[in-house]
């Protein structure tokens, strides 16, 4: 007899009946500073693009912002310029063997620091699900830093699946950010992961995570499809898709392979029109936010 394989809406609502299970003794930790986790299980649909760039805008705008490439593929690590290396990664520290905040690295933009990842950190995985509360293992690790309000921002960049680095991630973050790509399956994906999150909030993983918001991405200006795509998008989530679309761009394509974000390789290209005007729009959700919870 064959073992049966969960769908994507199976395997998430295993892992949210696991993460109800672990709730107790997970004490909110007080800060002003901002996480926040971009997903989207599917591949290919700008989400490390989508870190690299609003990270590095949101700094030009004077932001603190720190990048933590929790991705073993650690793209988002070499797009800012840092060779991968061993032992950089958070590894170590999901296990609980060293502070979150020695692993800290500057990267040559001014407000824009970097927790890099390797690709040893695939294997985590393995050890960290044999951790008590292993679910809560980033969150634990995160407490340190968040106490010390030293960053506006941080963005998480979580690998293009389901599994528990992306789990750990979701129940640490404040919102949820996912870039989706104007294609034709783009809807299947989103509503995946809008289960996904509702069932983390009523599970009392984390109660208080939020969708961010919604970024197209990629899209291409000569087809009808990405026109249609935006359309249904915006008719199931409205208000929490973003105005700023992001498109297709070739110098927005070239920029990881310099090691920079667009808006530092070409200031004038579409792609760092777009990202820019991304993260202004991004940037005042944050400060509207910011000023509710403190009023």
């Avoid at 971009?38 to 990048?67: R, S």
């Avoid at 063997?97 to 500057?106: A, C, F, G, R």
């Avoid at 050890?127 to 340190?144: E, G, I, K, S």
């Amino acid at each position: 007899m064959t073992d049966a394989i969960n769908t994507p809406e199976q395997s998430a609502k295993t892992l949210s009946e696991q993460f109800a299970a672990q709730v107790e003794n997970q004490a909110p930790v007080l800060s002003k500073t901002r996480v926040v986790a971009v997903a989207n299980q599917k591949g290919g649909v700008g989400k490390t693009t989508t870190v690299i760039n609003l990270a590095a805008c949101l700094a030009y705008l004077h932001k603190k912002v720190l990048i933590i490439d929790l991705d073993p593929q650690a793209n988002a690590t070499s797009g800012v310029g840092l060779p991968p290396q061993q032992n950089t990664s958070l590894y170590r520290a999901l296990l609980g063997e060293t502070s979150i905040v020695t692993l800290i690295q500057n990267t040559p933009y001014q407000d824009l620091d970097i927790i890099p990842s390797e690709l040893d950190l695939a294997g985590s995985e393995v050890y960290v699900a044999r951790q008590d509360n292993y679910l809560h293992c980033f969150n634990t690790a995160l407490a340190p830093l968040l106490v010390t309000d030293s960053y506006d921002i941080i963005i998480v960049d979580c690998p293009p699946s389901l599994g528990i680095l992306t789990m750990n991630a979701l129940t640490a973050a404040h919102s949820i950010l996912i870039p989706i790509q104007c294609e034709y399956y783009a809807l299947e994906g989103l509503s995946v992961i809008a289960r996904l999150v509702q069932q983390l909030r009523d599970s009392g993983a984390n109660p208080l995570l939020d969708i961010e918001g919604i970024v197209m991405t990629m899209f291409d200006g000569r087809t009808n499809l990405s026109d249609q795509v935006v359309d249904e998008v915006r008719k199931h989530f409205e208000s929490r898709v973003y105005n700023t679309i992001i498109p297709r761009n070739v110098r927005l394509s070239e920029a990881p392979s310099f090691g920079k974000p667009v808006i530092h390789y070409d200031w004038y290209s579409t792609g760092a029109k777009a990202y820019m005007l991304f993260a202004q729009e991004f940037a005042a959700r944050i400060d509207a936010l910011a000023g509710r919870n403190s009023g």
